[in-house]
């Protein structure tokens, strides 16, 4: 009920067309509830029961006000009900994905650092889409089911209160109890098929990118018959769900006939009693036709637990806050210089740094190394604030650097990471990331200082040849070059470089590091690397060893 509460909020700008589904939902429920009462009082008044002879010009407009019924319930009432229904969904997964963007821009990178990209992928595309279930089939028709039930109560009532009493016993029964223990069955069941459905979609794309290796190596058979295992064991998850939907779907048929029988048997006892008129027949006719609100519910049962699940995780982002929030109301300084003074730094409860003091002055380069695991990364995105370091030990131009404004900082400061990620576009367009809007002569001039303008003029389409799939058509050199030249082209007057040349052959890490030092003038440079010769550029070197 929590998590359906917090859905149902994010309604809010479209609550007037919400309010229009259930309108026209319950109306053509009501409508199609009137088919089979009209045409049972027709016979009743034909055959002279509880009432006079119907005249002969009464049959035509009998038809006329079914055909007008029908119409208004299959047609009108029922696209209405759809269209508005399937917007607010529609509208609301735009919002949402919206929504989760900003809420990943806010937590990024530091909370995104341990998570699985493939389940962020699945909230982002599955999770979401399975929330359309939830605002198109679940939210409004549990309204409409309401009303239904409500005013069909309401109307037998009129004949006799045990009728009311069948009508909602009955509409409660399918409308709330059969989904509720379908739901509670089928939750370990949607979480099981989910799991096997992830990890299927894991193994089958990490076979697909390993296809050449497992050719070359003979292991694509075993590969086959392990994704056949998969394949029976997600299949039998879906059959358990199945044949559960099929016994909710007996039990409301069940259902269905039992409580017509019952409404039924109360009304010839009363009648029996001279209690009710023959015609009381009709409020048994009103109660078999009002289960269709009810029964679209039951039918949501089985599915119910994997849509709230989808739910809940998509709300657990939303709602999870930033490990180092944006700061907009700070400082806006010019650059000076950057340094740490006494930092101590854990992570996951396990020290990483302790008592690291390092000064990052203009027109210096100051190489840091290290064995792997020595923090060396670790110190450059704290001087990038993606996680929060301890008061009074990170500064820039004087100021802690969590009084800085995130936007200015990120202006002052160029990082080039381990791993540069290229978006699947050209090459050019790729640089252009480090500053939007650049000119194309400023683009070649950052290309050249990354030793990569020579390599692009060889192509065929230059600047504009296409990576590919995360840049699946350069080598790691190359990807890392661009990387660099992003890096160059942003301008910043701190440039944070961890590993620039771990991919580069020794000429391109020559002209590389000749670029570092012409550009050393007017900025400072944080530069890690394990590679002695990369280190050979640096002013002054800090060893980081045990922390």
Same mark, same amino acid.
């Given at each position: 009920?929590?998590?359906?509460?917090?859905?149902?909020?994010?309604?809010?700008?479209?609550?007037?067309?919400?309010?229009?589904?259930?309108?026209?939902?319950?109306?053509?429920?009501?409508?199609?509830?009137?088919?089979?009462?009209?045409?049972?009082?027709?016979?009743?008044?034909?055959?002279?029961?509880?009432?006079?002879?119907?005249?002969?010009?009464?049959? *035509?407009? =009998?038809?006329?006000?079914?055909?007008?019924?029908?119409?208004?319930?299959?047609?009108?009432?029922?696209?209405?009900?759809?269209?508005?229904?399937?917007?607010?969904?529609?509208?609301?997964?735009?919002?949402?994905?919206?929504?989760?963007?900003?809420?990943?821009?806010?937590?990024?990178?530091?909370?995104?650092?341990?998570?699985?990209?493939?389940?962020?992928?699945? =909230?982002?595309?599955?999770?979401?889409?399975?929330?359309?279930?939830?605002?198109?089939?679940?939210?409004?028709?549990?309204?409409?089911?309401?009303?239904?039930?409500?005013?069909?109560?309401?109307? =037998?009532?009129?004949?006799? *209160?045990?009728?009311?009493?069948?009508?909602?016993?009955?509409?409660?029964?399918?409308?709330?109890?059969?989904?509720?223990?379908?739901?509670?069955?089928?939750?370990?069941?949607?979480?099981?098929?989910?799991?096997?459905?992830?990890?299927?979609?894991?193994?089958?794309?990490?076979?697909?990118?390993?296809?050449?290796?497992?050719?070359?190596?003979?292991?694509?058979?075993?590969?086959?018959?392990?994704?056949?295992?998969? $394949?029976?064991?997600?299949?039998?998850?879906?059959?358990?769900?199945?044949?559960?939907?099929?016994?909710?779907?007996?039990?409301?048929?069940?259902? =269905?006939?039992?409580?017509?029988?019952?409404?039924?048997?109360?009304?010839?006892?009363?009648?029996?009693?001279?209690?009710?008129?023959?015609?009381?027949?009709?409020?048994?006719?009103?109660?078999?036709?009002?289960?269709?609100?009810?029964?679209?519910?039951?039918?949501?049962?089985?599915?119910?637990?994997?849509?709230?699940?989808?739910?809940?995780?998509?709300?657990?982002?939303?709602?999870?806050?930033?490990?180092?929030?944006?700061?907009?109301?700070?400082?806006? *300084?010019?650059?000076?210089?950057?340094?740490?003074?006494?930092?101590?730094?854990?992570?996951?409860?396990?020290?990483?740094?302790? @008592?690291?003091?390092?000064?990052?002055?203009?027109?210096?380069? $100051?190489?840091?190394?290290?064995?792997?695991?020595?923090?060396?990364?670790?110190?450059?995105?704290?001087?990038?604030?993606?996680?929060?370091?301890?008061?009074?030990?990170?500064?820039?131009?004087?100021?802690?650097?969590?009084?800085?404004?995130?936007?200015?900082?990120?202006?002052?400061?160029?990082?080039?990471?381990?791993?540069?990620?290229?978006?699947?576009? $050209?090459?050019?367009?790729?640089?252009?990331?480090?500053?939007?809007?650049?000119?194309?002569?400023?683009?070649?001039?950052?290309?050249?200082?990354?030793?990569?303008? @020579?390599?692009?003029?060889?192509? *065929?389409?230059?600047?504009?040849?296409?990576?590919?799939?995360?840049?699946?058509?350069?080598?790691?050199?190359?990807?890392?070059?661009?990387?660099?030249?992003?890096?160059?082209?942003?301008?910043?007057?701190?440039?944070?470089?961890?590993?620039?040349?771990?991919?580069?052959?020794?000429?391109?890490?020559?002209?590389?590091?000749?670029?570092?030092?012409?550009?050393?003038?007017?900025?400072?440079?944080?530069?890690?690397?394990?590679?002695?010769?990369?280190?050979?550029?640096?002013?002054?070197?800090?060893?980081?060893?045990?922390?």
């Amino acid at each position: 009920m929590k998590i359906m509460a917090k859905l149902i909020l994010l309604v809010g700008p479209l609550k007037g067309i919400l309010a229009l589904a259930v309108l026209l939902g319950a109306l053509g429920a009501l409508a199609a509830a009137a088919i089979p009462v009209l045409g049972a009082a027709a016979l009743l008044t034909a055959a002279g029961i509880g009432a006079t002879p119907a005249p002969p010009e009464w049959t *035509p407009t =009998v038809f006329v006000g079914l055909a007008f019924l029908a119409g208004l319930s299959r047609g009108v009432f029922r696209y209405g009900e759809q269209t508005a229904n399937h917007y607010i969904a529609f509208r609301l997964l735009a919002l949402i994905r919206e929504k989760l963007f900003a809420a990943l821009r806010r937590l990024c990178p530091a909370k995104l650092e341990g998570k699985e990209k493939g389940d962020l992928i699945a =909230v982002l595309t599955s999770d979401i889409e399975l929330l359309e279930v939830f605002y198109a089939h679940t939210l409004s028709p549990a309204a409409i089911a309401l009303i239904m039930a409500a005013a069909v109560a309401g109307l =037998v009532w009129i004949c006799h *209160p045990l009728f009311a009493l069948i009508a909602l016993t009955a509409h409660i029964a399918l409308g709330a109890a059969l989904p509720a223990v379908a739901s509670r069955f089928a939750r370990e069941g949607q979480r099981r098929l989910r799991e096997e459905n992830g990890r299927f979609a894991a193994f089958y794309l990490d076979s697909l990118r390993g296809l050449p290796e497992l050719l070359q190596y003979g292991g694509a058979e075993a590969r086959k018959r392990e994704m056949g295992r998969r $394949t029976d064991m997600a299949d039998a998850a879906r059959r358990r769900l199945n044949r559960l939907e099929s016994v909710t779907g007996a039990l409301a048929g069940l259902l =269905v006939t039992a409580f017509t029988l019952l409404a039924l048997v109360a009304g010839c006892l009363l009648y029996g009693q001279g209690r009710i008129a023959a015609a009381a027949v009709l409020p048994v006719v009103l109660i078999f036709s009002s289960f269709g609100p009810a029964l679209a519910l039951t039918a949501l049962g089985s599915s119910l637990p994997g849509v709230l699940a989808a739910g809940r995780r998509v709300l657990a982002i939303l709602e999870e806050e930033p490990e180092t929030p944006e700061v907009t109301n700070g400082e806006s *300084p010019d650059f000076s210089g950057a340094e740490s003074r006494n930092l101590s730094f854990s992570y996951g409860g396990e020290e990483v740094l302790r @008592d690291i003091s390092i000064s990052l002055e203009k027109g210096v380069i $100051t190489g840091i190394t290290g064995r792997s695991g020595s923090g060396k990364s670790t110190f450059l995105k704290l001087l990038m604030r993606f996680w929060q370091p301890p008061a009074n030990t990170v500064f820039i131009s004087g100021a802690e650097i969590d009084h800085i404004n995130t936007g200015r900082l990120r202006e002052l400061e160029s990082f080039m990471t381990q791993e540069t990620y290229l978006f699947h576009s $050209t090459i050019g367009e790729n640089i252009l990331i480090g500053r939007p809007g650049a000119s194309r002569a400023d683009m070649i001039a950052a290309a050249k200082k990354a030793a990569l303008h @020579d390599f692009v003029l060889s192509l *065929p389409e230059g600047y504009d040849t296409p990576v590919g799939e995360m840049g699946c058509t350069l080598s790691s050199g190359e990807r890392q070059r661009v990387g660099l030249a992003r890096a160059f082209l942003h301008d910043a007057p701190l440039l944070l470089l961890d590993e620039p040349t771990s991919n580069l052959d020794s000429l391109n890490e020559g002209v590389i590091l000749k670029a570092l030092r012409e550009e050393k003038s007017g900025r400072a440079v944080a530069l890690v690397s394990h590679r002695p010769s990369t280190m050979g550029v640096a002013d002054t070197v800090y060893l980081l060893g045990n922390g």
